[in-house]
C-alpha cells in the first residue's frame, strides 16, 4: 500500500545510521556516493532476522541474528535522500520503518561508544514470503550469490 506524505519533510533527529545492506561501502547504494567525503564512523550488530528481498535485504529487529552493520554521520540531506531510497519520502511504499537504537559502535579510531542511530527496519508485510538468510554480513553473502543489482533506477520489491 503506497500512503502520500505531505510534502513537508522533518528529520527524526538522529546524529547517526546504521546501514546493513546495499548502503554499505561497496554496495550498489554505497552511502559514500550519496555524499562524497563521508567517512564510516565505526561498525555495530544489529540483532534481528535478516530476509532476501531480490538483490537488497530487508532486516525486521525481532529474532536473534547478528547482523554487521556500518556506521555513518547523519544530516537532515543525507537522510532524506535515504528516505527515499528505502521508499519512505515522498511517499511511503510500506516496506520499511526508521526506528531509532541505542547500540556499541566500535569506532574507527579505537573504542566503543553507546550511540543513538538511525536503522531502516523492514516491515513484516514486506518481508512476507522472502527466505531468511542465516549469515552476519550481507554484502559477502549477496556477493557469493553471483546476482547483479539490476540496471537501471533503484526499486525497491514493493514496485516490482
Not at 542511530?117 to 508485510?125: D, Q
Amino acid at each position: 500500500m503506497v500512503t502520500e506524505k505531505s510534502s513537508s519533510w522533518l528529520p527524526c533527529g538522529a546524529a547517526w545510521v546504521a546501514v546493513y545492506g546495499t548502503l554499505r561501502a561497496g554496495g550498489v547504494n554505497d552511502v559514500a556516493r550519496l555524499r562524497p567525503g563521508l567517512a564510516r564512523v565505526g561498525s555495530t550488530v544489529l540483532t534481528g532476522t535478516l530476509h532476501d528481498l531480490g538483490w537488497y535485504p530487508g532486516l525486521c529487529l525481532a529474532g536473534t541474528q547478528p547482523v554487521q552493520a556500518e556506521v555513518y554521520a547523519l544530516d537532515s540531506a543525507l537522510e532524506q535522500q535515504l528516505d527515499r531510497i528505502e521508499g519512505l519520502w515522498p511517499e511511503d511504499v510500506g516496506e520499511y520503518a526508521k526506528r531509532l537504537l541505542t547500540l556499541p559502535v566500535a569506532l574507527a579510531q579505537g573504542g566503543t561508544q553507546e550511540m543513538p542511530v538511525l536503522v531502516y527496519e523492514a516491515l513484516p508485510p514486506a518481508v512476507r514470503g522472502a527466505p531468511v538468510i542465516a549469515v552476519s554480513d550481507w554484502l559477502a553473502w549477496f556477493a557469493q550469490t553471483g546476482r547483479g543489482a539490476p540496471g537501471g533506477a533503484f526499486q525497491l520489491r514493493s514496485h516490482m
